[in-house]
């Protein structure tokens, strides 16, 4: 208890006495200081990335470009329309991707139970360990899933292998997140009164507390496998199996007309994939919800055979757990990978392997570090021109395509609120467009926008500000949804009209969400940046593939950490941000 | 056996490097078989005290024996198979609300079992008929399946309290058993915890804040003010006046009022 000494209390004076405005306290400064560093921010990428040109990027030039792309010269065929000549082989593709992301959410799930439990502060065993396993998620959550997929097809070769490790790898920084922090935020009784009795550590977190988070965990995994869909149908690029190497072998051949008909298919199984894991997730949680409220009359119960009633909640779940068990193993048949190949990309051997032969996971991530043990120095300059060039490229192309995407999803996202939309109708199509938005793989867009307009980071820009469109259109709306609406109530009830009511009632209420969610779109985009190079749209991804494909992965590594420093710095300043406004 | 239940000698506790001292030079045995109610005003030590006979908190300085294991001394398991034997029961249930009343009693048996243990099944037929015929003793045999967080707050302390049996404990620990409780409902969770541990005759430590129901059913009462014992009695012919003396404050205006105020922050 504080006790407030009445000096410090400032006494008001009257009001024609004081300026009524909100006090310039350090709290206000911080925020103006931010959103000041943002903006110039901001403006320096667009500035940058040259997409502020729009008579260039619209100009007569672009325009043929595009035109000779969509309906072709007489030296190749255009992409449209849309064709699919290999229907079975482009099935089989789809659900190869299917497969992979389905063995990777397995895989990812495995290893983040026992790592959130080791990195959630009330369950650690040790602090040491909280901090290398809160590590091991943050830096599995930082490097792109295709940087991951890149490395393992030096390991694995080509083929889903790689794709299901990366998947799966890439995973465990969301889902050992969502679980840690579910985690911590259970309540410590039912564990202290298992302590109490004498049961053990094991005893305390099946009992105690894993109970508590089964809901929030199948949540995050069935969403997880939504994500990991999406992701899995890029991998294909880098090699790593999948609808995307299907893609690349047209685009290799110019056959923009077949890549589009895939690049169709794949929109229609993403949208397939995240209506199922959708409808899994809310059936299951809603039975979940429901378990168990009903008194039983005692009759019904035999002492002799006690167990649970089979109510809804039991059913879907053992039905989710038999196809669970049934698809992974399915994937094991679907996408042929090798137990023996896994263990043998495993096998204990830290020096160069012989030729011929493909090197051990171990090889490849000792000659990651960037430095060489021989001589004991650092092999990687960082600050070297080419690097500084392709990460200043990389962070501008991520700042440029989250501001130009959260300007135009802001507006979207209040017509696809349902709880501020002018209508119905308005409300169902803008989700409709959203969802659409979100359905093409950013890379994807990024290959054929590099085609359509040449090189340069302006395609980059575009395809990701693309996504931003419909994954922040999303977010953003969810989240006006979410606002309670009693404050709506109080400013209707003095008369205000509709708009006001949105800027009055609404508004407020939603900035926290608005900045926080921005943020996480600005770190997000960065990532994705960071890879967009692969693919020819500039930036440090490029420098990326030319290492790794030249087997300098010192470099690869380099650039590596320098992604994950500039993803951690952005990190921390969001949190650091989101404090001072909440 | 004239060993008794639970011995506490010289038993310190400070907070914050000494600056509050919650438990002082506090000595007193619980013969087996004994209910021993603690009164005294919030701050004044009791859950403090309480919490050492388990170990949920070191002492700082001094002695807890229970049932004849020093628990100081004890080592890790040895502390286990000694918790073995003691149930608490907490001010705020400790239960999973998402789990049935079933579930949350049969989680009383795993000190004696191996291993992690999650859902009804995982637990042998006749551990769940025994957790059924504790919650039937506390009576709520038709509440079996339902899940705790549907239940009124004196069901779920019903529910802890057969988890608490469940464990066939020799000592029974409640801390403020029914102090987020309406008046009615406390009478009714008391009277079932009393009954129960007196037909197992168990060794019972409880801290109340209701003095009639401690008046009514304790054997021997102990009064804690700023962590030191000021009444040790038998129950039998003591008056409420007496009782009551435990609650008032010393000089509430005097120089001690810093340090009520430091112990009840």
């Known amino acids: ?582 | 056996m004239n060993e008794p239940a639970i011995r506490i000698t010289k038993l310190r506790k400070e907070f914050d490097g000494g600056r509050v001292v919650a438990l002082d030079d506090v000595s007193f045995e619980v013969p087996a078989g004994q209910l021993l109610v603690i009164i005294g005003l919030s701050g004044s030590g009791k859950s403090t005290l309480l919490r050492h006979l388990n170990r949920l908190h070191e002492p700082t300085s001094g002695q807890v024996e229970v049932l004849g294991c020093d628990l100081g001394r004890a080592g890790r398991s040895e502390l286990r198979r000694v918790r073995r034997d003691v149930g608490f029961v907490f001010q705020q249930f400790n239960i999973v609300g998402r789990l049935s009343a079933l579930e949350n009693v049969l989680s009383g048996a795993l000190g004696r079992l191996r291993g992690p243990r999650y859902g009804v099944m995982t637990y042998s037929q006749s551990l769940r008929r025994q957790a059924w015929e504790q919650l039937d003793r506390v009576g709520l045999a038709d509440r079996a399946f339902q899940r705790t967080d549907t239940l009124s707050g004196g069901q779920q302390q019903r529910v802890a309290i057969a988890r608490t049996l469940m464990q066939q404990p020799k000592i029974v620990l409640a801390d403020e058993p029914v102090a987020s409780l309406d008046p009615e409902i406390s009478g009714q969770v008391m009277e079932v915890l009393f009954r129960v541990t007196s037909e197992d005759r168990l060794t019972v430590v409880t801290s109340l804040h209701q003095v009639e129901l401690a008046l009514g059913w304790a054997q021997r009462m102990v009064g804690l003010r700023d962590g030191k014992v000021v009444l040790d009695r038998d129950a039998a012919g003591l008056s409420t006046e007496e009782v009551m003396k435990v609650y008032t404050r010393l000089d509430p205006d005097g120089e001690k009022r810093a340090e009520y105020r430091a112990v009840s922050a």
């Open chain 1, 1 to 582: 208890m504080t006790v407030i000494e009445p000096s410090r209390l400032r006494v008001p004076g009257a009001p024609e006495q004081v300026a009524l405005r909100p006090p310039w306290d350090r709290r206000r400064r911080e925020l103006a200081a931010s959103a000041l560093v943002l903006a110039v921010l901001a403006g320096w990428a667009i500035w940058r990335t040259g997409i502020w040109d729009l008579a260039t990027v619209f100009g007569q030039e672009s325009r043929t470009k595009v035109a000779n792309f969509l309906f072709g010269t007489s030296l190749r065929p255009g992409a449209l329309p849309p064709r699919v000549t290999q229907p079975g082989l482009l099935f089989e593709k789809v659900m190869e991707t299917f497969f992979i992301a389905v063995a990777g959410t397995f895989l990812a799930t495995v290893c983040s139970v026992p790592l959130a439990f080791l990195a959630a502060r009330n369950t650690t065993p040790h602090p040491v360990v909280r901090l290398m396993a809160r590590g091991l998620i943050a830096f599995s959550r930082t490097v792109p899933d295709v940087i991951f997929a890149f490395v393992f097809v030096r390991v694995y070769r080509i083929g889903p292998l790689p794709g299901i490790l990366a998947i799966g790898f890439h995973a465990i920084g969301m889902i050992g997140k969502l679980m840690a922090d579910a985690i911590e935020q259970s309540d410590p009784g039912p564990r202290e009164a298992i302590a109490a009795q004498g049961g053990s550590w094991l005893q305390q977190m099946s009992t105690g507390v894993f109970p508590q988070v089964v809901p929030s965990f199948l949540g995050t995994i069935l969403f997880r496998l939504d994500i990991n869909f999406r992701a899995s149908t890029v991998l294909g690029l880098v090699g790593a199996g999948g609808v995307g190497s299907l893609f690349v072998l047209y685009t290799g051949n110019l056959r923009w007309d077949l890549a589009l008909g895939v690049v169709c298919a794949t929109v229609v199984a993403v949208l397939l994939v995240d209506q199922l894991s959708n409808r899994v997730r809310k059936a299951l949680l809603a039975a979940e919800a429901t378990s168990g409220r009903k008194r039983l009359r005692t009759v019904a119960l035999d002492p002799d055979r006690l167990r649970p009633p089979l109510d809804a909640y039991r059913k879907r779940l053992a039905a989710f757990v038999v196809a669970s068990a049934g698809l992974l193993y399915a994937s094991y048949l679907v996408t042929a990978v090798s137990i023996r190949s896994f263990f043998y990309g495993l096998r204990p051997q830290l020096g160069a392997p012989q030729s011929g032969q493909p090197p051990s996971v171990w090889y490849v991530a000792r000659r990651l570090l960037p430095f060489d043990f021989d001589t004991n120095t650092p092999v990687f300059d960082w600050w070297n021109p080419f690097v500084r060039k392709a990460l200043f490229d990389t962070i501008a192309t991520g700042f440029a395509a989250a501001t130009i995407g959260v300007a135009l999803a802001l507006p979207l996202s209040y017509f696809a609120a349902r709880n501020v939309a002018p209508s119905r109708a308005v409300y169902q199509s803008t989700r409709i467009l959203l969802v659409l938005a979100r359905a093409v793989p950013e890379l994807i867009v990024a290959v054929v926008l590099v085609v359509a307009m040449g090189l340069g980071l302006v395609p980059g820009v575009v395809a990701l500000a693309l996504g931003v469109v419909g994954f922040g259109g999303k977010l953003f709306a969810d989240a006006i949804e979410d606002v309670p609406s009693g404050p709506r109530d109080g400013v209707r009830s003095v008369g205000a009209s509709r708009l006001q009511d949105t800027a009055t009632g609404v508004t407020p209420q939603f900035v926290p969400a608005l900045v926080g969610n921005g943020l996480y779109i600005l770190d997000i985009n960065i990532r994705s940046s960071a890879v967009l190079g692969i693919v020819g749209a500039g930036g440090i991804g490029a420098l990326l593939s030319n290492y790794l494909q030249t087997q300098r992965f010192e470099e690869t590594g380099g650039i590596l950490m320098v992604i994950f420093v500039v993803v951690f710095v952005i990190e921390r300043f969001s949190d650091w941000l989101r404090v001072r406004l909440i």
